[in-house]
């Protein structure tokens, strides 16, 4: 009879091999990545890895919902939502600027080729609406608190945060950052967001 294994050491062998597969997916991309080269990373046996993913596509979607799931707003009791939303704005600008060095180049070479394939289609979608729903739930708080007013519906509100936003990520990835006066193109975000939220600031 094998040995029961607890599901902490299950939760601990996935997140090495995910942790093994994202630096293999940084160095190569995903198409070039092979389940041999993450394998030899993570120095595991090929049917350890197995046990627990079925392939490279298994990883990689299984990287993407991890950072879906952790994408959330940092709300502390005495700090407004406004305030919170520009921090959470201020790390996005951070993270532009080194754009080619994220994860996010083996993100967009994934989903570029989501019109022709529906399963990707589907995950993208899902990944869209999960932020969707993030930015959303920031925005009502922020009414429900008496910070904004919008002028707008909200749900159009967080999808043009977020169209600013992917579209900067994708520039940034082409044309490098420093072409792109990020900080200024945030402050033109920002004024968009103060204005169309009517935000009160104390």
Not at 42 to 57: A, D, I, L, Q, W
Not at 90 to 110: C, D, N, Q, W
Request: hydrophobic share 40%; net charge negative.
């Amino acid at each position: 009879m094998s040995p029961r294994v607890s599901n902490t050491y299950k939760d601990e062998k996935r997140k090495k091999i995910l942790e093994a597969a994202k630096q293999v997916f940084r160095r190569k991309g995903y198409d070039l990545a092979s389940m041999d080269e993450i394998v030899a990373e993570v120095k595991m046996s090929k049917g350890g890895v197995y046990h627990y993913f079925s392939g490279k596509e298994d990883i990689f979607e299984a990287i993407l919902r991890e950072r879906a799931e952790n994408f959330s707003f940092p709300f502390q009791e005495g700090t407004s939502i406004w305030k919170t939303i520009l921090h959470v704005l201020s790390g996005i600008v951070e993270e532009l600027k080194h754009t080619r060095e994220s994860f996010a180049p083996v993100i967009f070479e994934y989903f570029m080729r989501s019109y022709r394939d529906s399963s990707r289609e589907r995950i993208l979608l899902d990944q869209y609406n999960q932020g969707l729903l993030v930015w959303m739930s920031a925005i009502e708080k922020g009414v429900s608190f008496g910070e904004f007013k919008p002028k707008l519906p909200i749900e159009t509100i967080a999808k043009t945060i977020i169209s600013f936003i992917d579209g900067i990520y994708c520039d940034a990835l082409q044309l490098g950052h420093s072409h792109l006066d990020i900080d200024e193109q945030m402050k033109a975000i920002v004024f968009f967001l103060t204005s169309v939220l009517e935000v009160e600031t104390v």
